[in-house]
């Protein structure tokens, strides 16, 4: 598409846009004078849509009016009302209903998967994530390493791209695993990497793990929501998020876990908890722990509800939608972006996020100079700055508008 840097090319956008009408659908902060946030920061937190009320108050009325019998006769059950996120979350995921759960928070699920999956033996000890992993990842693995008796330092291996490049190369990633896989027990990366915004090749990289016998998981805080994901068909071992950024579902709201189908009825290690005990025997209350036969095993405990609400609000929006929609979206606004982002009469910023990307795009500042981050906030835009020089801005497909794109450029323009 020819682009223009015009309101009025924006307005055309806009006006051809599908999805156009559900930005009406959330709740936009606003400014001191009366006018709307330029919001571009979901890869942070989202919006909350409209339907969110509604679906918490459904629970809190049922709550107040039921008690305790809640659990069976609330207008959604309490006892599965987990089962009733799983349909939708497969859909997100590209999995099956069974191969995925709603529970806990991410950094929680990422220490119980860590439980299962990271095995390490004499031979195959090491874990591979990229160099800047989001801080609690690493903090997950290195405490898992120690716990193991093993040196950090010595075990996590840290993937750099080459020098003067912002983003690792796939052939960068196989490359390494090809050549060291005898090491190797587990790979650990986040689907898209929370600075530069890139999308890895979930496909290709999980395609070589297992062709060497490595356990592949992926951290989806900045995936789930945002871009294409087939766990299953790509054979991915596990995979955790978050549900408060691109799922709109809330600060803290819990998050969620895929475990394929393959490890489902093998006798792995796990931490257990009562909710993650086969259902027909739960509440006989046995000594013996007796796992449920799908992702639903990993459970410990009965989930919040409230926060269960606000999550099966979102999903809502998205099963009406759908991700390739939503995706298709998301590649012309961020095209856009990138394009007035290019014919900005200035040099003191550059785009680090390759073409393998998402909603979000990550914006490097000229000798990482914040100043410019606290001139749009003034001016009204919602962004993120993450140390030492990158704004990190995200135009969501659900409620962001080529409108909203465009007078972020303007800002930027007559800041610069």
Known sequence: MNYKKTKEFA??????????????????????????????????????????SDFVNQELEDWKTLGVEGHFHARNPWL?????????????????????IAMNTLSVNLHLMLVSFYRPSKKRFKIIIEDD????????????????GLDPDKVLIKLKPRKGEAALRTGDITKYIKENSSEIALI????VNYYTGQVFDMQKITKVAKENKIIVG???????????????????DFAVWCSYKYLNSGPGSVGGVFIHE??????????AGWWGHDKDSRFKMPDKFIPINTAEGWQLSNPPILSLAA????????????????IDKSKKLTSYLVFLM????????????????????????????KQLFDEITTRGVIADWREPDVIRVAPVPLYNSYMDVFNFYKILEDIL
Request: charged share 20%; proline share 4%.
């Open 11 to 52: 307005q055309i956008l806009d006006n051809d846009d599908p999805l156009a009408s559900y930005q009406s659908q959330f709740h936009f902060p606003y400014q001191r004078d009366g006018n709307k946030h330029i919001y571009l920061c979901g890869n942070s937190l989202g919006l909350q849509s409209k339907k969110t």
């Open 80 to 100: 599965p009302y987990h089962e009733f996120l799983s349909e939708s979350y497969s859909k997100i995921i590209g999995a099956k209903a069974t191969e995925v």
């Open 133 to 148: 992993a989001f801080p609690s990842d690493i903090y997950a693995v290195e405490s898992h390493i120690s716990h193991h």
């Open 188 to 191: 650990m990366l986040g689907g």
């Open 218 to 236: 992926f951290d989806l805080a900045h995936a789930a929501g945002n871009i294409k994901l087939a766990l299953h068909e790509w054979g991915v």
């Open 262 to 271: 393959k490890h489902h009825e093998k006798s792995i290690p796990r931490f």
């Open 311 to 326: 999550v099966r609000a979102s999903l809502s929006l998205f099963d009406e939608v759908g991700m390739e929609n939503l």
């Open 342 to 369: 290019e014919n900005l009469s200035s040099n003191r910023i550059s785009i680090i996020t390759p073409e393998e990307r998402g909603c979000q795009i990550s914006i490097r500042v000229l000798n990482g100079n």
